[in-house]
Structure formats: C-alpha cells, structure tokens
C-alpha cells in the first residue's frame, strides 16, 4: 500500500530533515504494521487546495512534519495544524521526526499569515502548535499569544486551540498565554514517567501535570487537554496512574493513540496495541471523570480537534446542568 510519506516525497514537497542529531544512535527494529494502523495516501481536491494555501503563506504544518497518518482526511476537510516559530526544534526527543538543531530567529510576520490562512479555509477550529524554543526567554510564549490574538481579529468566529512546549523554566510564559484566552490550552504528556529518560529527556513528567492544573487555576473557563501514545512499553498500570494524575490536574480531555516509527532511528515501537485494549482504556478514562476521550490506534492530538471541541461544550455544559439539579 502506498503511505503517506511515500505520497509527501513523490509530491515535490521539501525533503525532511536527515536528523543529524540522531545519526549517533543504533538502528532500531521496525515492526510491520498491522492491518488496523493503515491509511489511504491523499490523492482529494481538499487535500491538494490546503496544501496549496499552506504553501502560499509559506507556513509549517505539524501535519507534515511529524508525518501524521491522518493528513489526507483532515486536509481534504481543510482541517490543519499549524506549527509556529519554524521547523528547528531544540529538543531531540526519541519519538519525534521534527528536526532538532540551532532554530532561526523568530518571523514578525509568521502571526498574521497564520491568521490569513486560517480565514482563507473559513475554519471553525484551529489547533497551532510549535517546535520547543529553549533559546527565547519565554520559550515563545507572547509569539503564541500574537498569533492568538491574529486569528481573533482576521476570524472572529474562529475556536482556537493550542498545543504548546512545556515552558520549562520559563517564569510567566504561562500567564503570556493564557491571557490571551485560547479555548483550549493542549499540552501533551506523550508518555509514562518511566519512559521520560528515553523517550521525553529534555522534558520533566511532573512539571507538564502542573502546568495543565496552572492554566485551569489561572482561568477556569479555558478547556485543558493531554494526550499520550502506546506501544513504547508502558504498562496498563502506569497509564491508569497517568489517567488520575491528569484528571487530579483537573484535565478535561486526554487523547491516546498508536506510537509510529519515524526511522530506524527513532525509538522503537514495542508493540502494536490492538483496538479493543483503545476501547477498554477509553472506557476506564470515562470513569475517571474526563469530559471528553479519544483513544484509538490512530488518534492524534488534534485529530477532529473541530468535532471534539462541541463535544467538549456538551459534555461541560450537561456536567454543569447535573450538578445544579
């Protein structure tokens, strides 16, 4: 079956990166997928419209870059995340394909692009991301509020939610963003605490909870969302644990989805979680007490980010009416 990637190459899109960081480690086993993690390469006229208007604003995608599964369906619906303050990140985190290296200097102009782009789809719903900015003294912080603030006054009408780096010491990046009021601060956890050494090393597991129970405590109206992936090793026991630390942080959403393999020499995919175990998880989530789950081998973070977002008002809003009866 012809993928993605195979699809973005022959496409006449840029190169990715080689990874020079990672040109150190031993290559790792690659697992053959199995029938369930397979995807359609995107061949629609959606697709190759908001590719061609990505292009034209000259913006980063984190649909592209990390290699997402499912670009073909959500560009087709004009459906993008945008990745902020360039395509250099200054992380080498095991699991990811965005390059790590020196990042150039911030783009003045990179705000109202994104907020021209996402007027030209006529989004209801946008998700903006970045690479980690070690090298700002705000890890970025008043970029992503510029470019909040941009999409409110080009689309008005216009959800928007953010999946931001750690802001890790960074004293008042925090309070930058969300004075700006997205509606849904984002930010992933990715794995199991046991895991962060090898997989998240540059990231510390207990100040990303803190930072979710931060944002809820500087503005309660604002949704908070983490998600984490399978398949790196963790044990169901560690997950259910990571379920009560998230929701002990007051999180509303948490996402759970399959680990893929960028190259050999990323980290390795330790098993392919099947989905009845998604379905289980999912229900023991609801348990929990989270607003709203998505949890299957192809969930992603910003995966019908639009679609989740209303559930997430009804889910609020149904809570709200049951505790006033």
């Known amino acids: 079956m012809v993928t993605i990637l195979d699809t973005l190459s022959r496409a006449g899109d840029k190169p990715r990166p080689r990874h020079p960081e990672k040109a150190h480690r031993p290559d790792t086993p690659v697992l053959p997928k199995p029938d369930w993690i397979r995807v359609k390469a995107p061949v629609s006229r959606g697709y190759a419209e908001t590719r061609e208007i990505v292009k034209a604003e000259n913006l980063v995608t ?74 700002l003294a705000d890890g970025g912080a008043e970029h992503f509020a510029r470019t909040i603030r941009a999409i ?87 997950i259910l644990q990571l379920m009560d630390d998230l929701r002990s942080a007051d999180v509303d959403f948490i996402t759970i989805g399959q680990y893929l393999q960028p190259t050999r020499k990323h980290h390795a995919v330790i098993r392919y979680v099947p989905p009845e175990e998604f379905k289980s998880l999912e229900t023991v989530a609801y348990t929990k007490g989270f607003l709203v789950v998505a949890a299957s081998p192809l969930t992603r973070s910003s995966h019908h980010a639009g679609e989740d977002f209303e559930r997430l008002r009804k889910a609020r809003l149904a809570r709200q009416t049951s505790a006033a009866a």
């Open 62 to 135: 984190v649909c592209e870059e990390a290699g997402c599964p499912n670009i073909g369906g959500c560009w087709e619906k004009k459906h993008a995340t945008f990745m902020i303050m360039g395509g250099i990140c200054t992380r080498a985190c095991s699991f990811c394909n965005v390059a790590t290296g020196k990042p150039h200097a911030l783009d003045d102009g990179e705000p109202e692009s994104v907020a021209r782009a996402v007027a030209k789809m006529g989004l209801h719903h946008v998700v903006i991301t970045s690479v980690d900015r070690d090298d």
């Open 152 to 238: 409110r006054a080009a689309a008005p009408g216009t959800t928007i939610e953010i999946l931001t780096p750690d802001f890790l010491r960074k004293p008042g990046a925090l309070e930058v963003v969300v004075a700006a009021k997205p509606d849904v601060f984002n930010h992933n956890l990715e794995t199991v605490p046991s895991n962060y050494l090898t997989v998240r090393p540059g990231a510390r597991y207990f100040h990303s909870v803190r930072l979710l129970q931060r944002v809820k405590e500087l503005d309660p109206t604002i949704f908070t969302k983490s998600g984490i992936m399978v398949g790196l090793g963790e044990e169901r026991n560690e």
